[in-house]
């Protein structure tokens, strides 16, 4: 009964900044890697940043140096602050987890809803 779900999305200048967080919840014995995802109109779902259990992350070329992530293994929470934002950058924005449920010894992929991000001028 593992849950996530996003919130911090919403509609900002170009230039601007947003954070967007993601809480996991449920039966959860370990989550392994997290990441965020986008998908904007009419194009595929797109990895924006990921990083793992012990911190090592990795970047979309597209967001490098804008977009930090991070995450609290004690709350078992995920945040992507986003900085310098582009009109490129709206789409909704997904979170993504790799998760051992209690109880098991294999990871499952579990996705949240989605948050929607607006840049516009």
């Known amino acids: 009964q593992v849950q996530l779900v996003e919130s911090g999305g919403g509609l900002v200048q170009p230039g601007g900044s947003l954070r967007l967080s993601c809480a996991a919840s449920?039966?959860?014995?370990?989550?392994?890697?997290m990441g965020w995802y986008r998908q904007a109109p009419g194009k595929q779902r797109e990895l924006v940043a990921a990083?793992?259990?012990?911190?090592?992350?990795n970047y979309a070329d597209s967001v490098k140096g804008r977009f930090t992530i991070s995450r609290d293994n004690a709350k078992n929470t995920m945040i992507l602050q986003m900085n310098s934002l582009k009109p490129e950058d709206t789409a909704v924005y997904y979170c993504?987890?790799?998760?051992?449920?209690?109880?098991?010894?294999?990871?499952?992929?579990?996705w949240g809803k989605g948050t929607l991000v607006t840049v516009s001028s």
């Open positions: 993504n987890a790799e998760v051992r449920g209690s109880g098991s010894y294999i990871y499952t992929a579990y």
């Open positions: 449920g039966s959860i014995f370990s989550i392994n890697t």
């Open positions: 990083i793992t259990h012990g911190g090592i992350t």
